[in-house]
T-cell receptor
Framework: NAGVMQNPRHLVRRRGQEARLRCSPVKGHSHVYWYRQLPEEGLKFMVYLQKENIIDESGMPKERFSAEFPKEGPSILRIQQVVRGDSAAYFC??????????????FGPGTRLTVL | DAKTTQPNSMESNEEEPVHLPCNHSTISGTDYIHWYRQLPSQGPEYVIHGLTSNVNNRMASLAIAEDRKSSTLILHRATLRDAAVYYCILRANFGNEKLTFGTGTRLTIIP
């Protein structure tokens, strides 16, 4: 079975452009999470989605960032008008439908965004 | 979320056991203790989790103190591939879905 897939693995954008990061969860997983890791820092939670619903977006910056997980297709993290401070590794994770503190999250390899 | 405290870094010789400590003195009775690790340039991966009893799996063992205020991840025979940042994370009961990563312990394996 394929694990969590993210694409692109590397993305270069100029300031002011849009970045779209895609995440395909493990087959059968209905929960998706996005985390960001700034250079030399730890991972920070951004948003938690289930199919067609945003459950927790407490870690998302209030402006320029949005996320979706449509009924069909991958989850998308969209960053509008990127700035240099958005340069980071963005990781997606998924977990199966059962919810609870024993659930394991499966992480993708990440998308490394560089803003010039 | 209850806070965890880990040493910033540790070193160990290859093929020797490694004990990675984690303090979580404010843990609540229903918090599970999870460990994840992040190898260089990769996404985190799950290692092990437990509640009260010690746990073993193919990757590691988890020893939990009787008062649950601390735990230790044990790698029985470290290899170079175990060099990573190890994160100790508390997960509350139902309703707390996100993982809250601290700074973790950077483990260096000496050949």
């Amino acid at each position: 079975n394929a694990g969590v897939m993210q694409n692109p693995r590397h993305l270069v954008r100029r300031r002011g452009q849009e970045a779209r990061l895609r995440c395909s969860p493990v087959k059968g997983h209905s929960h998706v999470y996005w985390y960001r890791q700034l250079p030399e820092e730890g991972l920070k939670f951004m948003v938690y989605l289930q199919k067609e619903n945003i459950i927790d977006e407490s870690g998302m910056p209030k402006e320029r960032f949005s996320a979706e997980f449509p009924k069909e297709g991958p989850s998308i993290l969209r960053i509008q008008q990127v700035v240099r401070g958005d340069s980071a590794a963005y990781f997606c994770a998924s977990s199966p439908p059962r919810r609870g503190p024993t659930d394991t999250q499966y992480f993708g390899p990440g998308t490394r965004l560089t803003v010039l | 979320d209850a806070k965890t405290t880990q040493p910033n870094s540790m070193e160990s010789n290859e093929e020797e056991p490694v004990h990675l400590p984690c303090n979580h003195s404010t843990i609540s009775g229903t918090d599970y203790i999870h460990w994840y690790r992040q190898l260089p340039s990769q996404g985190p991966e799950y290692v092990i989790h437990g509640l009260t009893s010690n746990v073993n799996n193919r990757m590691a063992s988890l020893a939990i103190a009787e008062d649950r205020k601390s735990s230790t991840l044990i790698l029985h025979r470290a290899t170079l591939r175990d060099a990573a940042v190890y994160y100790c994370i508390l997960r509350a009961n139902f309703g707390n879905e996100k993982l809250t990563f601290g700074t973790g312990t950077r483990l260096t394996i000496i050949p």
